[in-house]
């Protein structure tokens, strides 16, 4: 049951709400065919009628799936079926009231007036149809710039993630009730300003596409550093976004961000086994057993980034991303690593995407490429900017190119002012005894 409603759960809600509009009536419904279904398949089999006390919904289930007590044949298309069909009651019952009537007896005649369709009939229809439009309106609409980046990573990963409440409060460290509230104002919002579920036309895709890629790759990047907590990694988010990029790719092959985003996530996935050693202790990527990385998400990634710059993407910011993370999967070992290409690859996608960080890791290629004394400079530029004032990644950068010029003493101090500003306690150890390293080796 948790497989396929795992897998299944974003196609049901999807198709769904396209009948009702409205994504939080479409879970609803969703939610009542599951509830079904755990009160059916795991009825005795003698018992193929519904009792008493089985529940409407229930009922509404058994009668259109056709199929006897236990796990149905195709349980997939059960369950898109009950959902339909409490979504198409739904509709019948609101085309009573006489302001709704013309608009929504149409829909509900359109959509049919029997009940009990087949369900495999009816599942293989709708993925053949629509079901693709019907999941690219869901991932636009879950990813609407109205919502705030949390709440659309919240409800991302709650639809289409098919995440729990508690899953998602575990991955980002925040308390349930927190998500949950997220998740509600989300679904509020949605529902009060009532956006078309639809794909935005042309003229929008654009900027509306950029935000389903941001929630995507930020769910992504908590999974392959881990903002706060004990935990190094969260493969599992790593695992929710490479899925949800993938779809995506399926749905919009004529994108080469998606593309380039869906490289980006397969290539750094593909580091996920080197990345700590037996002990679980992090290991940097100059460092990793190479052969340890897991050749298929690298050949995927260099494929998906082949399609991007085919499709004219070369210069876009994920593609360019995906690009620099290329240059270490081609290197067979640390030191064949092309550090002048990745320096140039980074001023390319500062030119693109301009920001501290992105400069900040130009200075870590261009320290790799000329010398730590150049990249210091470029570091050193940085110390000012009121964004990176807590950012502690620019004084662990500063102390590895320090540290390189023979100055560990300042090299320490900035690993021991690094450790302080993560809230990652992974993070923290290794910073910690990098700080202690230095001060072994500083002369008295």
């Excluded at 991302?156 to 575990?170: D, K, M, N, Y």
């Excluded at 991303?321 to 001023?347: E, M, N, V």
């Amino acid at each position: 049951m948790e497989a396929v409603w795992r897998i299944e759960a974003a196609r049901i809600i999807a198709a769904v709400a396209r009948l009702v509009r409205d994504v939080g009536l479409a879970e609803e419904f969703a939610q009542d065919a599951l509830v079904a279904a755990l009160e059916s398949w795991s009825a005795p089999a003698a018992d193929a009628r519904p009792s008493a006390a089985t529940t409407p919904a229930a009922a509404s289930a058994r009668a259109a799936a056709a199929a006897p007590s236990g796990l149905p044949a195709n349980p997939a298309a059960w369950l898109m079926t009950a959902a339909r069909n409490r979504a198409l009651d739904h509709l019948r019952a609101a085309a009573l009231h006489a302001r709704r009537q013309a608009e929504l007896g149409a829909d509900a005649d359109a959509l049919g007036s029997h009940l009990a369709p087949d369900p495999a009939d009816l599942l293989d229809a709708a993925r053949a149809d629509d079901i693709g439009d019907d999941l690219l309106r869901l991932i636009f609409t879950a990813s609407h710039p109205l919502l705030g980046t949390e709440a659309r990573v919240a409800l991302v990963l709650r639809l289409l993630g098919g995440l729990s409440t508690a899953e998602i409060a575990r991955a980002f460290l925040a308390p349930e009730p927190t998500i949950a509230q997220r998740i509600v104002r989300a679904k509020k919002t949605l529902a009060a300003a009532r956006p078309a579920f639809e794909l935005p036309p042309p003229a929008e895709r654009a900027a509306r596409l950029a935000s389903v890629l941001e929630v995507i790759y930020l769910v992504f990047n908590e999974g392959y550093s881990a903002t706060a907590g004990d935990d190094w990694m969260r493969p599992a988010l790593c695992d929710e976004a490479l899925r949800l990029g993938r779809v995506l790719a399926g749905l919009m092959p004529a994108e080469p961000e998606v593309h380039g985003l869906v490289a980006l996530m397969e290539i750094q996935a593909s580091r996920t086994a080197a990345r700590t050693d037996t002990a679980g202790r992090p290991v940097l990527l100059l460092d990793q057993d190479r052969a340890r990385w897991d050749r298929l998400l690298i050949h995927r990634g260099l494929a998906a980034l082949a399609r991007a710059e085919a499709l004219g993407g070369a210069d876009g910011s994920y593609a360019l991303q995906a690009a620099i993370a290329a240059c270490h999967a081609r290197a067979a070992r640390a030191t064949d690593t092309d550090w002048p290409r990745i320096a140039a690859l980074y001023a390319r996608l500062a030119r693109v995407a301009p920001g501290p960080v992105v400069a900040l890791n130009r200075a870590v290629a261009v320290g790799m490429a000329e010398g730590p004394a150049a990249g210091l400079a470029l570091a050193d530029a940085l110390a000012a900017d009121p964004a990176l004032a807590r950012y502690h990644w620019l004084p662990s950068v500063r102390a590895d190119l320090l540290a390189k010029l023979g100055r560990h003493a300042e090299a320490r101090a900035e690993f021991e002012r690094a450790a302080t500003l993560t809230r990652n306690a992974v993070e923290q150890a290794l910073l910690r005894e990098r700080a202690a390293a230095l001060g072994a080796a500083i002369k008295p």
